[in-house]
């Protein structure tokens, strides 16, 4: 794979642009559309159904009538595994396809939608589809004159509503438990970045999926992603984004039909760096890695380094020396390790963070700059600032870009104080060789996950999701069917 066979394929690529309703490929009732910008070179790469409340409840109404007679959720299990695996199958078909899709839409660079982006959402895909007829009920230890099952039923129907940073892959964290489970799914991508979501609407009816069991449909948050949340036969809205919008989904449950919410949420995750750790360039590798990797656009990305203050210029050093391995390039290009920001907006928030830092006493030690202005695309290039304080907007705030803020400390309590500091809990990770001290910090760190002598150490099999304020519920792992199922007891009274 070259550049120029990826701009020459791209050049002829088709843009999904219609939402999926009920097995049709269907534009916006209002007929109206919005642009799908890429951030490559900040151009229109198409137009896309701007679907509104009318749209929405007609996948939902679909959904409900999917749902309700069965179609998916009384087929036989091994029939549904049979389906799931051939969606994954086709994905896998359109690998090449949907990794170019993503890093139009997106910015990210294809060699990391080829390898990590597409195939994740396709391992989440078969992962479910195996684990579909594995999970099953309990008998409970009732008196004897009584027998009770304990059963898990699917909910009805899904709202999905996932952000831009990893598209496919946030989307089938969600998809594939929720269709494992006997759901029927309406599933709103971002405005940013709808391709790949259609395209797995398109590809499920191809597998086999029923009409109206999975729709996706593309619109802005505030109105079609309101629409769903607000929407009265909607049973779970399953949410990847941002807090503030995390609040308002809950305020609309709140305001209609009491629909569960599961929230993944933002992170400031500290990765803590004890001068006792054992490979300080492992652990400098980690801390690069942990922030610049997709643009730093993660939620649980390694934003805060907390480094132990006798090691902290040394290390300091080693962290800038790699930043430069992560310098942006053309998202098409094979060779560029990271891409484009999402949007003009993003790209001048995080802009704005950078302005900020040094006002507040932070120093910067490398980068801080925009590049590539001349693609018309939106590029940071990868920034580090010293000295930063705990108190700072740059250690508090979600930035979502390649910034990283580090901070230093004297000890392990005050380690610990710095890294539970924050309103989040999505991620943490600690260096060190002292596997006390490992197990003793790991238990005291308020996150979701805690990665030791390794950073973002994430598999299928391992609940993701946080604690604070960076939400509830978890994605991955067996446990992630809880979310999309409810509990029912059955009992029989006989004679005994
Ligand atoms: P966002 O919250 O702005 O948007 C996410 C989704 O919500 C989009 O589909 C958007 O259209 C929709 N939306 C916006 N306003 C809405 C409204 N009023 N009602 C209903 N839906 C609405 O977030 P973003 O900017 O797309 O993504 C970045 C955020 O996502 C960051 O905060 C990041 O940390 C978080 N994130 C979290 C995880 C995780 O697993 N915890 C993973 C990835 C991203």
């Given at each position: 794979m070259t550049l120029q066979k990826n701009l020459d394929r791209a050049a002829g690529l088709s843009f999904p642009s219609q939402a999926v309703i009920d097995g049709k490929l269907v534009s916006a009732k209002s007929g109206k559309t919005f642009p799908n910008v890429g951030p490559r070179d900040g151009r229109v790469l198409n137009e896309v159904a701007a679907c509104d409340a009318d749209d929405i409840d007609a996948a939902v109404k679909a959904a409900r009538a999917a749902f309700e007679d069965g179609r998916w959720r009384n087929k036989h299990p091994r029939e549904k595994k049979k389906i799931m695996f051939k969606l994954a199958e086709l994905m896998e078909r359109d690998l090449e396809e949907l990794a170019l899709l993503e890093t139009l839409d997106m910015g990210k660079p294809i060699r990391d939608t080829l390898s990590v982006d597409i195939p994740t959402a396709i391992n989440s895909i078969r992962w479910y589809a195996e684990a579909l007829d594995k999970v099953y009920g309990e008998v409970a230890t009732t008196p004897a004159e009584r027998l009770s099952f304990v059963v898990r039923e699917p909910l009805g129907v899904v709202g999905a509503i996932v952000p831009w940073n990893f598209p496919l892959h946030m989307a089938c964290w969600k998809v594939a438990p929720a269709l494992a489970a006997g759901n029927s799914i309406v599933l709103k991508p971002a405005e940013q970045s709808p391709s790949t979501a259609l395209k797995l609407g398109e590809l499920a009816l191809e597998a086999g999926v029923p009409p109206g069991v999975l729709n996706v449909v593309p619109g802005l948050g505030e109105t079609a992603g309101q629409a769903l949340a607000r929407h009265m036969d909607v049973d779970l809205i399953a949410f990847t984004g941002s807090g503030d919008v995390g609040r308002k989904l809950m305020t609309y449950a709140g305001e209609s039909n009491l629909k569960r919410v599961a929230l993944e949420l933002g992170g400031k995750s500290p990765q803590i760096v004890f001068?006792?750790?054992?490979n300080l360039d492992e652990a400098a590798d980690a801390a690069a890695w942990g922030i610049f990797f997709n643009q730093g656009e993660i939620c649980n990305a390694a934003s805060r380094l907390l480094v132990e203050a006798s090691i902290k210029d040394a290390f300091v050093r080693k962290v800038v020396e790699r930043a430069a391995h992560y310098a942006p390039g053309d998202p098409l290009d094979p060779a560029s390790v990271t891409g484009a920001i999402v949007s003009e907006s993003q790209m001048r928030r995080v802009l704005g963070f950078i302005d900020k830092a040094p006002k507040e006493g932070a120093v910067l030690a490398r980068g801080g700059k925009r590049v590539r202005e001349e693609s018309g695309g939106f590029y940071i290039e990868p920034t580090i600032f010293d000295r930063v304080e705990n108190t700072h907007a740059l250690a508090r705030d979600?930035?979502?870009?390649p910034v990283l803020g580090v901070i230093a400390f004297k000890d392990e309590d005050e380690a610990v104080r710095i890294a539970n500091d924050t309103v989040y809990g999505l991620a943490s990770g600690l260096w060190t060789a002292n596997i006390s001290r490992a197990h003793r910090v790991a238990r005291k760190l308020r996150a979701g996950l805690v990665w030791i002598n390794g950073?973002?150490?994430?598999?299928?099999t391992v609940p993701f999701g946080g604690a604070k304020q960076s939400g509830f519920g978890r994605d991955r792992s067996l446990h992630a069917l809880e979310k999309y199922t409810e509990l029912k007891g059955i009992s029989i009274t006989y004679r005994p």
């Open positions: 001068a006792d750790a054992e979600e930035v979502f870009g950073w973002d150490a994430c598999d299928i």
